[in-house]
């Protein structure tokens, strides 16, 4: 089976994870930014702004869907299905 994966075949789940990855960093930088000024001693940002730190947590899950898919994927590839 391993010889017949190509090594840049896009495989179930691939694009939930990229997508993941990117929401979660959006959401770090949301999260760096936003929490500067607090250890800066300076003016904090307005509250909604703490919400775009809840990208980090949307991510993991959005990632962590692709993960499942591709579990699924490849068990209904190893019992032989399609």
Do not use: E, H, W
Not at 16 to 42: E, H, K, Q
């Amino acid at each position: 089976m391993r010889d017949k994966t190509q090594t840049n075949s896009v495989a179930a789940g691939d694009g939930l994870i990229r997508a993941g990855v990117i929401v979660f960093f959006v959401g770090a930088v949301a999260t760096l930014v936003t929490v500067a000024p607090l250890l800066l001693d300076a003016t904090p940002f307005p509250t909604y702004m703490f919400g775009l730190s809840m990208l980090m947590g949307v991510g993991f899950l959005i990632a962590g869907a692709g993960v499942f898919q591709s579990i699924a994927s490849g068990r209904r590839q190893a019992r032989g299905g399609s």
